[in-house]
């Protein structure tokens, strides 16, 4: 079985929020916090560290999938080269995204 590129992604981004977030998703309830339930303040600072840990992880392997499809990119013929510049757009939206989430976690932690 071949994996496309956004599938391998989110693959990736699903096993990586699953080794740091996996014991406290199955041990509290979640559902009363996006609710509105209160959380202590040692959980929410320790939630924001663990969401900083997962979007730079995820940064990492975003650059690394980039710098791999710029290799790509060179010597492929035009439909492959159509085909890499679509993941690469989507990579490059993917950054910018991880970027701004990076930038709003590291507020959150200031505060």
């Known amino acids: ?6 599938e391998k992604c989110l693959l990736t981004s699903s096993t990586v929020l699953k080794s740091y977030m996996g014991d406290y998703i199955k041990s509290t309830s979640w559902k009363s916090v996006l609710l509105g339930a209160a959380v202590s303040q040692d959980r929410e600072e ?5 969401a900083l840990k997962l979007c730079n992880n995820l940064t990492d392997g975003n650059v690394k999938a980039l710098e791999r499809l710029s290799q790509l990119k060179q010597g492929a013929n035009l439909s492959r080269l ?5 993941a690469e757009s989507l990579r490059q ?6 970027e701004h989430a990076r930038v709003v976690l590291q507020n959150l932690q200031r505060q």
Not at 82 to 86: D, H, I, R, S, Y
Not at 93 to 98: K, N, S, Y
């Open 1 to 6: 079985m071949v994996i496309s590129l956004p």
């Open 46 to 50: 320790w939630c924001i560290q663990s």
């Open 82 to 86: 159509e085909q890499l510049c679509v």
């Open 93 to 98: 939206e993917e950054q910018r995204i991880l």
